[in-house]
């Protein structure tokens, strides 16, 4: 596709379900990245990835919160026994290498968490 | 360690009035600036960027400049319109630290006709 993509663009879910989210970066791209907005706040950085290593996993904020990605692509984050505090809308972008590069953004998942 | 702090908002302008949103930063080491804007309902997109000191950043008839002695990277534009409505977001990043960026709080933008 033209964009980053990210599936489902809203979730509601139950306390304590799991939920997994989806991105599709640019084709090409081999940097993707997770964030956290919260409502009244800014971007929250939550991991990175480098084709499928992610260097840094210093920002999840618990270990309920995973993420992997195969194939150089497609990326999914995954949060355990959700809570009410992770009620937040996930953005995900893309980059091209390692250099410093724009980063291109999905319209973002919004998650409730009831 | 590394940080953005942009002002708090929401402003709210009238057509044709000047804007600034300002911006300051710390960082370990040598980072490069942006700004990036979320229009209503749509994705974050890259408005403008400043890699080095001195430098300076344009686009749409935004503007930016890269301060390193005063650490900052204010947004400007001389005469908003109704379409510059949106929140805008200051952001760094410094090099070969595995290219995380680090976000504002936002700042939301309303242009009144």
């Known amino acids: 596709g033209a964009g980053v993509s990210q599936s489902p663009s809203n979730k509601v879910t139950e306390k304590g379900k799991d939920v997994e989210l989806r991105c599709d970066p640019i084709s090409g791209h081999t940097a993707l990245y997770w964030y956290r907005q919260s409502l009244g706040q800014g971007l929250e950085f939550l991991i990175y990835?480098?084709?499928?290593?992610?260097?840094?996993k210093s920002g999840l904020p618990s270990d309920r919160f995973s993420a992997e990605r195969t194939g150089g692509s497609v990326s999914t984050l995954t949060i355990q026994r959700t809570q009410q505090e992770d009620s937040a809308v996930y953005l995900c972008a893309s980059s091209w290498g390692q250099e410093i590069n724009e980063q291109f953004f999905g319209p973002g998942t919004r998650l409730t968490v009831l | 360690g590394n940080s953005v702090t942009q002002m708090e908002g929401p402003v709210t302008l009238s057509e044709e009035a000047f804007l600034t949103i300002n911006c300051t930063y710390t960082?370990?080491?040598?980072?490069?600036l942006f700004w990036y804007v979320q229009y209503p309902g749509e994705g974050l997109q890259l408005l403008l960027k400043a890699t080095k000191a001195d430098d300076k950043g344009s686009n749409k008839g935004f503007e930016a400049t890269y301060r390193k002695e005063t650490t900052s990277f204010h947004l400007e534009k001389g005469s908003v319109q109704v379409s510059d409505s949106a929140v805008y977001f200051c952001a760094l990043v410094v090099p070969n630290t595995g290219n995380q960026f680090y976000f504002g709080t936002g700042t939301s933008l309303t242009v009144i006709p």
């Open positions: 990835f480098q084709g499928n290593s992610a260097p840094d």
């Open positions: 960082a370990t080491g040598y980072p490069s």
